[in-house]
């Protein structure tokens, strides 16, 4: 399978593409996005290298010039094809709220967002949760099945360690897995349907 | 248009987008689709236009598969595509035709398509 990175002509779009959509797919780092996202791709995963401008840590400052530094963040993203000239790209977006104008950059125009969380280590998701409820893009969650996950939570426990809305769909799924991963996104695409129902009802006095 | 004598970049390749940060008026977004126009390439572009152009003339590209395939950061093709697009060189498409934008369909139309990947 050794192919040229330059082989590009994979990458160019088809010519019945017509809507091109986008979910973002994140969550902590290690939690699996790219994972997930190679698992569907229909090309092998491209990344994009974003410079982000910050300020630094706390350093000594003794001449009160506020130090920057240029941290960069690989942006991984694939693609998948569907029928009827939809194209539908997913983007790994780091999920730190240090990362937000990127984050803001990228949820442009996306559809709604998968939430990937490690069950070994909840905590490391509330950052993120809390970055997408502030942009107020949809999302749903899905636990990334871990081998030595811990199995003995109910959904109940998940959800209130999560403080998730009733309504935000809450799934498990295994990154590595082409259906499970296309499960978890249905999950989302689900909920964005029905909060699109819910949204054009007619209003009931 | 037309190449200075000696035929040298007037910027250096480091200067990809000439120290533009934005461009005034085209705002693309990452999934905004560049398309080669018919126009032959004039002489005297930049080697970062010319790579760009070269990497169009296979097919369409977004903007941030541009940017993965060139290795440059997504501002930059935004600016570089620009300037492409007022020397129209480059067409540009909105990820979604605005008749589509808000069509009831769509997540309907992505939701039948992603199951009918499972397998």
């Not at chain 1, 019945?16 to 569907?40: N, Q």
């Not at chain 1, 920057?68 to 709220?97: M, W």
């Not at chain 1, 989302?188 to 009802?201: E, F, G, P």
């Not at chain 2, 398309?35 to 004039?42: A, E, F, G, I």
Request: charged share 25%; hydrophobic share 45%; with cysteine.
């Amino acid at each position: 399978m050794a192919s040229a990175p330059s082989s590009t002509s994979r990458v160019h779009l088809p010519d019945t593409a017509r809507d091109l959509v986008k979910i973002l797919v994140t969550g902590p780092f290690g939690v699996g996005k790219t994972t997930l996202i190679d698992s569907v791709s229909e090309i092998r995963p491209l990344h994009t290298e974003e410079h982000l401008t910050e300020a630094s840590a706390q350093v000594d400052d003794l001449d009160g010039v506020r130090d920057k530094v240029t941290t960069t963040v690989a942006v991984d993203f694939g693609r998948i094809s569907l029928p009827d000239g939809i194209v539908l790209y997913l983007f790994g977006t780091p999920g730190q709220e240090r990362f937000r104008p990127l984050w803001d950059d990228i949820a442009y125009g996306a559809l709604g967002a998968l939430v990937l969380v490690d069950s070994r280590r909840v905590d490391a998701s509330f950052d993120v949760l809390g970055l997408v409820e502030e942009s107020g893009l949809p999302y749903a969650v899905a636990f990334n099945a871990f081998p030595d996950a811990p199995r003995h939570y109910t959904q109940d426990q998940l959800r209130a360690a999560l403080d998730l809305d009733p309504g935000t769909p809450m799934v498990t799924c295994d990154a590595r897995e082409a259906n499970s991963s296309l499960d978890a996104l249905l999950a989302l695409v689900q909920h964005l349907i029905d909060r699109q129902n819910t949204a054009t009802a007619p209003e009931s006095v | 248009m037309t190449a200075r004598p000696g035929g040298r970049p007037l910027v250096p390749a480091y200067l990809a987008t000439g120290g533009t940060a934005r461009h005034p008026r085209l705002r693309l977004e990452r999934l905004s689709l560049l398309l080669r126009s018919d126009k032959p390439v004039p002489d005297g572009l930049t080697p970062a236009q010319l790579a760009l152009l070269d990497e169009l003339a296979d097919g369409t590209l977004t903007v941030v598969e541009a940017a993965a395939l060139l290795r440059l950061p997504v501002s930059a093709i935004r600016v570089l595509a620009a300037e492409l697009v007022d020397r129209d060189l480059l067409v540009t498409r909105a990820p979604i035709p605005p008749a589509e934008r808000f069509a009831p369909d769509l997540l309907k139309r992505v939701a039948d398509g992603l199951r009918a990947l499972k397998h």
